[in-house]
């Protein structure tokens, strides 16, 4: 099937997920939508590994990066939940 997009009616999409630790999964699931010819809106995370780098990674990368919970420390085997939210 050849399918050819309307340049008028460009798709809009957010990527939900629901880890991030690097931010690799999230810029590959990126690079399709881009490829694709659509606009990306935002990231959804459900839990963010704060003390890995991939929240930051996205941010600086201009994308929108909103989590539900983010983890600062899995020292020990306790977890311990940053204070701030982080979206920007």
Not at 1 to 22: C, G, T, V, Y
Request: proline letters at 0%; aromatic letters at 6%; glycine letters at 12%.
């Amino acid at each position: 099937m050849n399918r050819q997009w309307d340049a008028a009616k460009r798709l809009s999409l957010s990527i939900i997920d629901d880890f991030l630790a690097n931010g690799q999964a999230a810029l590959g699931m990126v690079e399709i939508i881009e490829q694709a010819g659509a606009d990306m809106v935002g990231i959804g995370i459900v839990i963010e590994k704060a003390f890995q780098d991939g929240g930051r990674l996205l941010r600086s990368r201009g994308f929108r990066v909103a989590s539900l919970a983010r983890i600062a420390s899995l020292d020990g085997g306790a977890i311990q939940f940053a204070d701030e939210v982080m979206s920007r």
